[in-house]
């Protein structure tokens, strides 16, 4: 998970930071410039699942009416000090999504991204099934037919991509940017469909039926989504047969 962290205080940044790294957040840290032009790339999509933690100053408010003024559906928090009831429906009124309050733990920084993330996607619940899969949003690794199949850091990413967006076709690039797009050393695109290929074999291997839930759907993406294979076959047509060795007729 990565995130765009403007904290005007370098005091502070360190300890944000160790925070946060150790709750799986990869944060970036920005200055005032990104309000004015770093804001553009979070409208294409992929790039909504990043959040932007916006550290208290006398410009959190206009900031946030920036962000979405820009057109940027990413999940917004900011970051206080102290609790302050009327400050912080100020805040929600402009368009953050939620307010944490010192001290800031990254394990409840996760759980309340996660939980904008979701529900942006449509999601209410923890997890969504898709057949024999569960999915999770809380970073826990999917359940295929009854065994929790382990992912990689980077699988673990496109795959929960995937599962936000289920039954939706999601174009390579969305996927790329969602997981690739913040990184200082970008690889090249090819690597998203090495990645699909590992999970295919991981959660065909897993379910008892053997089936593909990763579809290729040609010239727009990948789709997440029950196989074909999950319905009931046609009856079988009855042949002669023998009953106590001796065979039904007519």
């Keep these: 998970m990565r995130a765009y962290v403007f904290e005007p205080r370098e005091k502070r940044q360190t300890s944000l930071a160790l925070e946060l790294e150790n709750a799986g957040i990869e944060p970036l840290f920005v ?4 309000f004015e032009s770093g804001l553009p790339p979070l409208t294409q999509p992929g790039n909504e699942v990043r959040a932007i933690l916006i550290g208290e100053s006398d410009n959190t408010h ?3 009416r920036t962000v979405r003024k820009a057109g940027c559906a990413n999940p917004v928090i900011v970051l206080r000090d102290f609790r302050n009831s009327q400050d912080t429906s100020a805040a929600l009124d402009r368009g953050a999504d939620d307010v944490i309050v010192s001290p800031i733990k990254g ?3 996760v759980s309340r991204i996660n939980s904008i993330i979701r529900r942006f996607h449509g999601h209410a619940a923890e997890s969504v099934e898709v057949g024999e899969l569960i999915a999770f949003f809380d970073g826990r690794d999917p359940i295929v037919s009854g065994a929790r199949i382990r992912l990689s850091k980077r699988e673990h990413s496109i795959f929960q991509h995937l599962a936000l967006n289920s039954n939706k076709v999601i174009s390579k690039n969305a996927i790329y940017d969602a997981v690739y797009g913040m990184s200082a050393d970008q690889p ?5 469909d090495v990645y699909i290929c590992k999970l295919r074999k991981k959660i065909a291997a897993a379910a008892s039926s053997g089936a593909q839930y990763i579809e290729t759907v040609h010239g727009r993406g990948y789709k997440l989504s029950a196989p074909d294979e999950f319905d009931l076959p046609a009856p079988k047509p009855q042949t002669p047969h023998s009953l106590h060795g001796a065979e039904v007729r007519a």
Excluded at 31 to 34: A, P, R, S, W, Y
Excluded at 188 to 192: A, G, L, T
Aim: hydrophobic fraction near 45%.
């Design 31 to 34: 200055d005032e410039d990104f």
């Design 62 to 64: 206009a900031q946030i």
């Design 107 to 109: 394990s409840e920084v």
């Design 188 to 192: 090249f695109d090819k690597v998203i």
